[in-house]
T-cell receptor
Framework: TQLLEQSPQFLSIQEGENLTVYCNSSSVFSSLQWYRQEPGEGPVLLVTVVTGGEVKKLKRLTFQFGDARKDSSLHITAAQPGDTGLYLC??????????FGAGTQVVVTP | DTGVSQDPRHKITKRGQNVTFRCDPI?????LYWYRQTLGQGPEFLTY????????KSRLLSDRFSAERPKGSFSTLEIQRTEQGDSAMYLC???????????FGPGTRLTVT
């Protein structure tokens, strides 16, 4: 079983601050996906990273895939209250089913 | 494209009752997945279909759980003789041929009293 560990579990910051959340595994993944989930809703796909060392930007969000494809990070610049949510990383097994980390709960206060 | 839909959004049932949930995937997606999520955890895989064939079931899926996708379109997940431990968010996702990205529905929140 490939396990994904996310850190920190919880992060509370003020609007305008920067934050980074991490997703780590001892296993190699062909790709990793990042989702954001709000209370009572399903996860919403933010990005998929595929190539080791890849960096993708989505407005104020920057995603990086580790060179060895075992880890990933999500950096948010100048966080806004709308960034509040549970950030989940997930990686597929050979059949395509996703294994999720436990998530990082991010709270951005005005 | 209206995305993945799930029905109902919420279900409260008494222990021992049967419940059935429905998922309508994105229309051109051939793969459909069911996950369960409890508070403070990421989603856990339950089962998945490629077209109408159920290809894998998790060990989490006891004999009380059954899923179908009769025509390769919508899917149903039935839980018989519900237990309090079944209380969770049940999520459905779909993906296209050869794609790993999965798109999730809003989930069905089950509460067993």
């Amino acid at each position: 079983t490939q396990l994904l560990e996310q850190s920190p579990q919880f992060l509370s910051i003020q609007e305008g601050e920067n934050l980074t959340v991490y997703c780590n595994s001892s296993s190699v993944f062909s790709s990793l996906q990042w989702y954001r989930q709000e209370p009572g809703e399903g996860p919403v796909l933010l990005v998929t990273v595929v190539t080791g060392g890849e960096v993708k930007k989505l407005k104020r969000l920057t995603f990086q895939f580790g060179d060895a494809r075992k880890d990933s990070s999500l950096h948010i610049t100048a966080a806004q209250p709308g960034d509040t949510g549970l950030y989940l990383c997930a990686g597929p097994d050979s059949w395509g089913k996703l294994q999720f980390g436990a998530g990082t709960q991010v709270v951005v206060t005005p | 494209d209206t995305g993945v839909s799930q029905d109902p959004r919420h279900k409260i049932t008494k222990r021992g009752q049967n419940v059935t949930f429905r998922c309508d995937p994105i229309s051109e997606h051939n793969r459909l997945y069911w996950y369960r999520q409890t508070l403070g955890q990421g989603p856990e895989f339950l089962t998945y279909f490629q077209n109408e064939a159920q290809l894998e079931k998790s060990r989490l899926l006891s004999d009380r759980f059954s899923a179908e996708r009769p025509k390769g379109s919508f899917s149903t997940l039935e839980i018989q003789r519900t237990e309090q431990g079944d209380s969770a968010m049940y999520l459905c996702a779909s993906s296209g041929q050869g794609r790993y990205e999965q798109y999730f529905g809003p989930g069905t929140r089950l509460t067993v009293t």
